[in-house]
């Protein structure tokens, strides 16, 4: 019997490893063939052209782009300095009057001094606000200004008051002590005549009894004058609280004027500082 030969002895296990390398070099291309779209399809979105190191950068915002091209661009507006002036007022006078604007303006100056003025207006509301703070501290001042007034009267009116009774008050002390003695020479003394010693006392006891009507007066003067000085005392505490109270409204007040003096400043030169980058004064308009 004849012996089959090798090939047919293997023809399965060659046939198996065919189709097996077959399957392999498919999974290979189509593999190969997935990155390639997979590469096409992320080009357009996820990578952007290398850019060539000699070219100049320019900004990639579309505003900022403009605004890069107009500040590169566009030289300055000539005009003299009399026509600068009648701008700055236009753009500083409230409410707004077109009649100081000069009367020829390019559509590039009419722009630029719309926003200028737009930009003021919106500078100028806010310390119109600034303002209002300004008026109710002076406001407080003056409060505080009218109760200083009106206790500053009342207490020059209770003085003269003081005054008179103090005086009537001295002067009745004065005449009790001139007559506490005259009332030593009505002493008692012994070793004299009864009538004498009588008449004595009766003198005596007539001062006595004037002295201490005297001192009754003096007592009631002094009690007035002890009610005037308390009221004296309140209004002049009063004063002083109102004096106290309106310097440190004041010294808030200067404050706040400092402020909006500073902030004041600011805005303007912020505008100046604009006008001066749009024109070029000349001797002569051009």
């Known amino acids: 019997m004849k012996q089959p030969n090798f090939f047919q002895k293997h023809l399965v296990t060659i046939i198996i490893i065919l189709l097996f390398g077959i399957a392999i070099i498919i999974g290979i291309k189509q593999g190969f063939n997935d990155y390639q779209n997979e590469k096409n399809s992320l080009s357009p979105l996820g990578q952007t052209p290398e850019k060539d190191s000699l070219e100049p950068e320019t900004p990639s915002n579309p505003s900022r782009m403009k605004r890069y091209t107009e500040e590169t661009s566009q030289p300055k507006i000539k005009t003299n300095a009399a026509r600068l002036e009648q701008i700055k007022t236009y753009l500083f006078t409230e409410p707004t009057d077109t009649s100081k604007l000069p009367t020829v303006l390019s559509a590039r100056e009419q722009e630029e001094i719309n926003k200028l003025k737009n930009s003021w207006q919106l500078s100028f509301n806010l310390l119109k606000e600034q303002?209002?703070?300004?008026?109710?501290?002076q406001?407080?001042?003056?409060?505080?200004?009218?109760?200083?007034?009106?206790i500053k009267p009342q207490i020059e009116?209770?003085?003269?008051?003081q005054q008179k009774l103090e005086q009537q008050r001295d002067e009745k002390r004065q005449e009790v002590q001139q007559k506490k003695e005259v009332q030593k020479q009505f002493k008692y003394l012994p070793n004299q005549p009864e009538e004498v010693r009588k008449k004595r006392?009766?003198?005596?006891?007539?001062l006595q009894a004037e002295i201490e009507k005297l001192q009754g007066e003096v007592s009631e003067i002094v009690g007035e004058i002890g009610k005037i000085e308390v009221q004296i005392g309140k209004l002049e505490?009063?004063?002083?609280?109102?004096?106290d109270m309106l310097s440190r409204a004041e010294m808030l007040k200067k404050d706040l004027e400092k402020r909006y003096q500073i902030k004041e400043t600011e805005y303007r030169n912020e505008i100046l500082k604009s006008l001066d980058s749009l024109y070029e004064i000349t001797p002569t308009e051009l």
């Open 131 to 137: 303002k209002t703070w300004v008026d109710e501290k």
């Open 139 to 150: 406001k407080v001042c003056d409060e505080y200004k009218t109760q200083l007034d009106s």
């Open 157 to 161: 009116a209770l003085k003269p008051q």
């Open 201 to 206: 006392k009766e003198n005596y006891d007539l």
């Open 237 to 243: 505490s009063k004063q002083k609280k109102y004096q």
